[in-house]
């Protein structure tokens, strides 16, 4: 059982433009969503974070969305720019059991050409 | 800081034979977890580790995967005997608080091919 998707595996953009990338998730326990960035032979590393509490958090070039009604979530990245391409990874967690424990979504690969 | 250390960073093995990765959380990091990447797939929650207690192994193969952390410090995820399925990409991570709004830090992973 899935619990988080990403159900676009790829997305190219042009340098400057915005880069949107989607996830969706089934657990309504889940209360705080993370992005990762991964890029090849390293290992994802943290990127930008919300709280079910609200619907928007942003940071510098990223922002993320959260549809609590939806169960969905996009994060926003203007202007894209070459560098931020790599594997991006939706995760969320829940504060029930407070372990830390994250579930992770399949991952999209995020082209930014230039 | 330094960040998580893991090791080696490649291994390829034979099915049923036996492998062992090494994990180095950053300094003072309480919280350990181990992560199984399989290609094009999210890493999933092997094994969580709070100083040197198991706090969530519900998804470790324990029939063929253990893991232990002496002293609370680094970790070892062994595999006896590996199997096809198990290629993957290891990865170890840590945090500093077992909260679920603490971000995870990863190392660089371990890269299994099963043959």
């Known amino acids: 059982d899935q619990q988080v998707k990403q159900n676009s595996p790829s997305l190219s953009v042009q340098e400057g433009r915005i880069s949107i990338l989607n996830c969706d998730y089934t657990?309504?326990?889940?209360?705080?969503f993370l992005w990762y960035k991964k890029y090849p032979a390293e290992g994802p590393t943290f990127l930008i974070s919300i709280s079910s509490i609200k619907d928007k958090n942003e940071d510098g070039r990223f922002t993320v969305f959260l549809n609590k009604s939806a169960k969905h979530l996009s994060l926003h990245i203007v202007p894209s720019q070459p560098g931020d391409s790599a594997v991006y990874f939706c995760?969320?967690?829940?504060?029930?059991?407070?372990?830390?424990?994250?579930?992770f979504g399949q991952g999209t690969t995020l082209q930014v050409k230039p | 800081e330094a960040g998580v250390a893991q090791s080696p960073r490649y291994k390829i093995i034979e099915k049923r034979q036996s492998v062992a990765f090494w994990c180095n959380p950053i300094?003072?990091?309480?919280?350990l977890y181990w992560y199984q990447q399989i290609l094009g797939q999210g890493p999933k929650l092997l094994i969580q580790?709070?100083?040197?207690?198991?706090?969530?192994d519900s998804q470790l193969p324990k029939d063929r995967f253990s893991a232990e952390r002496l002293k609370g410090v680094d970790s070892t995820l062994k595999i006896q005997p590996a199997k096809l399925e198990d290629s993957a990409v290891y990865l170890c991570?840590?945090?500093?608080?077992?909260?679920?709004?603490?971000?995870?830090?990863f190392g660089n992973g371990t890269r299994l091919t099963v043959t």
């Open positions: 995760a969320a967690s829940a504060q029930s059991g407070n372990t830390g424990k994250l579930i």
């Open positions: 991570a840590s945090s500093s608080l077992s909260s679920y709004n603490s971000p995870l830090h």
């Open positions: 580790f709070q100083n040197n207690g198991v706090v969530d």
């Open positions: 300094s003072g990091h309480a919280t």
């Open positions: 657990n309504s326990m889940f209360d705080y």
